[in-house]
């Protein structure tokens, strides 16, 4: 099995660059969870409260032979219907319990924005609690731009410690990487492939043809050698072998050159930019 680098958060938890996404759309495998971590090597799991997989992402994890909890990276999120100080611990008990386990290894806040009475600023307060207590070891949030993340900063005792976003060459959100670098904010990228619409990108192709492999595998490493840590989803063994497989090759300076040209502002999912 190969060993996948890790990216260390301020809060010192070691984080692999490379995950399984497991969100509702596009369909959901248990079994291809579990052999992910048996058979394939993945040690980071992604999941949310939102995309109704905790439950099966926790099986998996206790059936796969072999793999420790404490091995496995496991995130998942509170949806914004949930925001507020007390139900943000009741949801997070509600996700551990689901997921079978007495840690989350990041925890996050799915939206830049409540969407019930609650503010984001006493929902992070009870995130910050989550994480003085143990039950989560690093907090985080999700689609947060620039100005969300300024917003946080100023209530905030303990600044996020990741950013995921969507990031694939169609979707590079160069001004908020930089950002969230200068704040020491790992960037984590969701929809690597651009929920498909990225693979068949001529430039794409090209790559693919001259290092030699697919065109999942050219992304997933764009994303990996831009130091964003990348969560491709796949409910099929295959592919999911597939976008591991990863470490044997690199990319040069012009396909990286070639690549990072090609941002679009097109989003292949949730839009948070108009969020105030
Ligand atoms: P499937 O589950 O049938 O494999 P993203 O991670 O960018 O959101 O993309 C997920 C989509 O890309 C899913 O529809 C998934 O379909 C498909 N996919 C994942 N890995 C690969 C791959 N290696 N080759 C082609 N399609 C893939």
């Known amino acids: 099995m190969s060993v996948c680098p890790e990216v260390r958060l301020m809060s010192g938890v070691c984080m692999p660059m490379l995950g399984l996404g497991t969100s509702h759309k596009g369909g959901f495998d248990q079994d291809t969870v579990r052999l992910a971590m048996q058979e394939v090597g993945y040690r980071h799991v992604d999941t949310a409260q939102r995309y109704n997989t905790e439950q099966e992402v926790g099986l998996a994890l206790r059936q796969a032979e072999g793999v420790d909890r404490d091995q496995v990276f496991i995130t998942t999120k509170l949806w914004p219907g949930s925001y507020g100080y007390q139900s943000c611990l009741e949801q997070a008990d509600l996700s551990l319990a689901r997921l079978g386990t007495d840690y989350l290894d990041l925890y996050l806040l799915h939206w830049p924005e409540a969407l019930n009475s609650s503010t984001v600023e006493e929902t992070w307060r009870a995130m910050e609690l989550l994480l003085e207590s143990g039950k989560v070891k690093a907090i985080g949030v999700s689609n947060f731009q620039e100005r969300h993340l300024q917003r946080l900063f100023t209530t905030a005792t303990v600044v996020p410690?990741?950013?995921?976003?969507?990031?694939?060459?169609?979707?590079?959100?160069?001004?908020?990487?930089?950002?969230?670098?200068?704040?020491?904010?790992?960037?984590?990228?969701?929809?690597?492939?651009?929920?498909?619409?990225?693979?068949?990108?001529?430039?794409?192709?090209?790559?693919?043809?001259?290092?030699?492999?697919?065109?999942?595998?050219?992304?997933?490493?764009?994303?990996?050698?831009?130091?964003?840590?990348?969560?491709?989803?796949?409910?099929?063994?295959?592919?999911?072998?597939?976008?591991?497989?990863?470490?044997?090759f690199q990319l040069t300076e012009s396909h990286m050159t070639a690549l990072n040209s090609l941002h679009q502002n097109l989003r292949v999912t949730w839009d948070s930019s108009q969020v105030l």
């Open 161 to 248: 410690r990741v950013n995921q976003i969507e990031f694939h060459p169609y979707q590079q959100d160069r001004s908020l990487v930089g950002f969230c670098e200068e704040n020491k904010i790992v960037v984590e990228g969701f929809s690597p492939l651009g929920k498909g619409t990225v693979l068949g990108e001529k430039q794409v192709l090209k790559v693919a043809k001259e290092v030699g492999v697919t065109p999942a595998q050219v992304l997933i490493r764009w994303s990996l050698q831009n130091g964003v840590v990348t969560i491709p989803k796949s409910t099929n063994i295959k592919r999911v072998r597939e976008n591991f497989a990863v470490w044997h």
